[in-house]
């Protein structure tokens, strides 16, 4: 079992950043693809950014409108994985969840087995 616990939300203004952090319980968090999604109100949680084990070779996924403004890394030392957010826009918004699974990582919501219970990122203009 697999704990998630995200952090780093918060309010900041078009074009500031963020730096979103979900903290991983268990001894086994290097075997897992991690990734991130989001949920803005009224619409269904999707995919914004994943990353392979890094003995698989660490591959990064990203949601093509995050593709040069976000950047997800991990920590496999400290049971880690970060999501760097830059040049923020308003549609940004949402709650961010932290997300876990075994094999490779999967743009899929039903891919993942593990979730933590979310950050909230708002983006003012």
């Known amino acids: 079992q697999v704990q998630l616990i995200e952090s780093g939300g918060g309010l900041v203004q078009a074009g500031g950043s963020l730096r979103l952090a979900c903290a991983a319980s268990?001894?086994?968090?290097?075997?897992?693809?991690m990734g991130w999604f989001r949920q803005a109100p009224g619409k269904e949680r999707e995919f914004v950014a994943a990353i392979n084990q890094i003995w698989s070779g660490g591959r990064t996924l990203y949601e093509d409108t995050v593709k040069g403004r976000f950047i997800i890394s991990r920590d496999d030392a400290k049971n880690m994985v970060y999501l760097q957010m830059n040049s923020l826009k308003p549609e940004d918004t949402a709650v961010y969840y932290c997300?876990?699974?075994?094999?490779?990582?999967?743009?899929?919501?039903?891919?993942?087995?593990?979730w933590g219970h979310g950050t909230q990122v708002t983006v003012s203009s």
């Open positions: 997300a876990g699974r075994s094999g490779v990582a999967g743009l899929r919501v039903d891919q993942y087995t593990y």
């Open positions: 268990g001894r086994t968090f290097s075997t897992y693809a």
